[in-house]
């Protein structure tokens, strides 16, 4: 019991570092490959990188820099009840000695409803940040679209391809530079905050009635 006390913020407050915008963040820069000649473009087909053009765009990284508050937000929440639940198993660990069995027990379920309680809105929390996410990256994507159809025609391109699933191809059939500009010209950055799961939505059961 103490040890899963003791190891408890280790697994839930790391779990939110693994939490980024993979989508509103830049890929790492490979090693250098040796150049390639390409032969002409095929005349009407086209490439894009959605998570390259959101990455790389003014409004992606706006995402990156909001949810990162977001996440220190939740941990500034968390790391008080997580301390607090450490520092009780500990003081039940060095009391185990001295208190009678009755009260031990006594204790040592209270602990345990603590944890059970406090790894319940710990996961919450999680899955709030991950709807948070998807929200706005979903926000993102209606707003590329229309940005990709207008430099799709703009490019006479008659077939558009994924570029993530090409292994390589003519960059100068490449389109996402283009949907960068243009998404950057019709939006900058949105207001957000993170989703609250338990909060019913209106005319939902539990939802308060409207005045």
Known sequence: MTSKVLT?????????????????????????APPINHA????????????????????GKFIGTRMEQIVQQVRAELSPEEAAINTEG??????????????????????????????KKAEQRQREIQATEQKALGRVGQELD?????VYQASHCS?????????????S??????????????IQQ???????????????PGAAPGH
């Open 8 to 32: 408890l913020g280790v697994g839930v407050i790391a779990a939110f570092a693994s939490i980024t915008v993979a989508q509103a963040q830049p890929a790492p820069a490979a090693a250098a």
């Open 40 to 59: 002409p473009a095929i005349a009407g087909v086209c490439m894009i990188s959605v998570d390259q053009a959101i990455g790389s765009s003014t409004v």
């Open 90 to 119: 500990r003081a039940v660990e060095a009391a185990r000695q001295t208190m009678d069995q009755a009260a031990m027990q006594s204790r040592v379920a209270n602990l345990n409803l603590r944890v059970s309680n406090y790894q």
């Open 146 to 150: 229309p940005v990709v159809r207008q």
């Open 159 to 171: 077939l558009l391809l994924n570029r993530d699933a090409v292994m390589i191809g003519n960059p």
């Open 173 to 186: 059939m490449d389109i996402t530079g283009a949907a960068v500009l243009g998404l950057n010209a019709r």
């Open 190 to 204: 949105f207001q957000f905050d993170r989703e609250h799961l338990d909060t019913p939505a209106p005319g939902a």
